[in-house]
C-alpha cells in the first residue's frame, strides 16, 4: 500500500515537494493531480496548469461577478481553454482594464439575460410547466443567460411490476 501512495504522489513528475509542506490544502490538491492524471492519462502538467487558471480565473472573476451582478451574464471556458465572463450589454470599462492583465481570460458584452434574470425566467417555467406535470414526473429545466435559451426534459417513471416466475 505504501509503494502504491508513493506512486500515486510521485505520478508523471508531479510530487507532494511541490507543495507548500505546512499547507494541507496544497498538498492535497497535488495528490488529487497526481491521481487524476493518473486515472485520465492527462499529463499531470496540464492538469496542474488547469488548476492554475482556475485559480486565476476565481481571483479575478469573483470580485467583478459580485460587483457587476445586475449585468453579469455568465462565464466559464472557450474550446481552447481559456476562459470568458459575458455581461448583458456593454462590458464595464473596469473589468477591460482588469482583464487586460489577465491574457488567458477575455470577456463579452451583449448576452441576452443577467443570471439573475435567468434564474427567474428559468423559475417561471418550471413553474409553468409543472402545473401540467403529471403527479409522477420529473422536471428539468435549464435557461442559458448568454443566448436566452430555454431547456425543458420531462422524464416520467414508471412503476415497476415485478414479475412472479413459476
Known sequence: LLAAVMAL????????ARADEGDP?????????????????VDPDLLESRLELQREVDA???PLIEKYADT?????????????IAFVGEVPDEVEAVLADHP???ARGDATLSEADAAEVNQAVADAVAEVLPDDGELTTLVEP???DVEVAINERRAE??????
Not at 411490476?161 to 413459476?166: F, N
Open 60 to 62: 479575478v472573476l469573483d
Open 25 to 41: 490544502v496544497a498538498k492535497a490538491l497535488t495528490v488529487d493531480i497526481a491521481r487524476d492524471a493518473a486515472e485520465s492519462g
Open 161 to 166: 411490476v415485478p414479475v412472479e416466475t413459476a
Open 146 to 148: 448568454e443566448t436566452g
Open 72 to 84: 453579469y451574464s455568465a462565464a466559464g471556458y472557450t474550446e481552447d481553454g481559456n476562459a470568458y
Open 104 to 106: 488567458r481570460i477575455t
Open 9 to 16: 504522489w510521485t505520478w508523471g513528475g508531479v510530487n507532494v
